[in-house]
């Protein structure tokens, strides 16, 4: 019995290392086959993230591009050329009612001339100057539309952003007419750009400041940084960014 035993003990061992060996290829098989699948649903993730920044991108650049081009159709405006501000900023009443947002004329010196929604000849302030990206100076600088960074409103107290456009008469710009988009409207866009549930999505300045959505916890600069699918809005002519992610 005792020689019996220490035969089967071997035999033992030799069948449980069979079976491990034979089950061994099946489990190898089953971690690459599983890490495959994860990678091309990785992939997807991510062609969908691209998919839905550029989207999103093409939606802020509609927002923006419609008022642009208002903006340049009033630049081109013989009123301005013949200094008839009074009946220039009669026409121009349309644009709020349009758009929702005021106009506003500027010169070089940010002097502001005429503001849509107040009575013409009353008393303006000057340009409110944003800390960061300002539309205005630079659209004066380039003598093309500009967009700026996202600042707080010193009249609406909301949080906005300037599209200026300047007015070209031989190539100089000593004028810029502007308006605001109240970050809102673009929080709208991102709502409708139907961000699947437990993604996020967020349109940032050339700061990355927040101008709407949401992304993860922290710092507006630190959710941009390497977080999901980025896509640049081609037409804010600004280096503004759409993010998207989990």
């Known amino acids: 019995m005792i020689a019996g035993s220490r035969r089967a003990i071997p035999m033992a061992l030799y069948l449980r290392r069979l079976v491990w060996l034979s089950i061994l290829p099946l489990l190898l098989l089953a971690v690459v086959l599983a890490a495959d699948t994860l990678r091309r649903l990785r992939a997807a993730d991510d062609r969908a993230g691209v998919l839905l920044a550029a989207q999103l991108a093409r939606q802020v650049d509609d927002l923006v591009q419609q008022r642009k081009l208002a903006l340049e159709v009033l630049a081109a405006s013989p009123l301005l050329d013949e200094r008839r501000l009074a009946d220039f900023h ?43 990206r300002a539309a205005a100076p630079i659209a004066l600088a380039s003598g093309k539309a500009a967009v700026g960074d996202v600042f ?17 008469r031989d190539g100089k710009a000593e004028q810029v007419l502007l308006t605001t988009i109240d970050t809102r409207a673009f929080q709208e ?36 940084d390497g977080a999901g699918a980025g896509v640049a809005p081609g037409g804010c002519n600004a280096p503004w960014a759409v993010v998207v992610g989990e």
């Open 90 to 132: 009669r026409r121009a009443q349309v644009f709020p009612r349009q758009f929702g947002s005021d106009l506003m004329l500027a010169d070089a010196q940010g002097h502001m001339l005429l503001h849509t929604g107040v009575s013409f000849g009353q008393p303006l302030p000057a340009l409110p100057r944003p800390s960061g």
């Open 152 to 168: 707080m409103g010193p009249i609406a107290k909301r949080p906005l952003v300037a599209i200026a456009v300047p007015v070209l």
């Open 189 to 224: 866009q991102v709502q409708r750009a139907g961000v699947p549930e437990g993604w996020q999505a967020a349109l940032l300045d050339s700061r990355h400041e927040l101008i709407a959505g949401a992304f993860g916890a922290g710092s507006s600069a630190a959710q941009a």
